[in-house]
């Protein structure tokens, strides 16, 4: 956004007098995304969103360890595409290699990934204690920090369908959030 600001400056300068309205041309969105990729990843948030509420009987310790039966587990997914005009465009992703899945994180490593952007992940629901949905609607600060860390120019979560919240991280190494996400 500062680049393309201090483009637009030099162009006004050159000719000399007051923009017009078309000239102030901020990017609408942060990231555009497909409705084809949004719907792949509203398919694996219910795949791996199953079983969140079939865990009421066991104790805390249990849910977590996800080793008595079958729970909910996050997901990791390594987008693809391109920046341009400031808007990262999503085109693609792949499965997170050495995926490690549990109720609360997930690591995996997007290593090798042709045109890598940066990663989505899932945030499944959580039972409360009677047995409703509790959402976790955001990135959550650790997120944001992996995000500021990283080469990665942009993060997503799934938390349930249809429902995502994005960041971006912009040239000074600071990051955007929520980020404006455009389906396309
Ligand atoms: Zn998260």
Known sequence: MLLAGAVLCLAMAAVGFAPRATASRRADADVALPRTIRDSMNAVFL??????????????????????????REYLGCLQGTVRDGVVRIDGWMPAHDMKRL??????????????????????????????????????????????????????????????????????????????????
Do not use: F
């Open 103 to 184: 109720q609360l994180a997930v690591t995996g490593s997007c290593e090798g990934v042709p045109r890598l952007l940066g990663t989505w992940h899932t945030h499944p629901y959580h039972a409360d204690l009677e047995n409703l949905p509790i959402k976790e609607r955001s990135l959550s600060p650790q997120d944001l920090e992996t995000l500021r860390t990283s080469d990665y120019a942009v993060m997503l979560v799934i938390w349930d369908v249809d429902s995502l919240d994005a960041a971006v991280r912009v040239p000074d190494g600071t990051t955007r959030h929520p980020a404006a996400v455009r389906i396309e």
């Open 47 to 72: 795949a791996s969103n199953e079983h969140w509420n079939e865990l009421g009987d066991l104790n805390t310790l249990e849910r977590m360890l996800g080793t008595v039966r079958p729970t909910q």
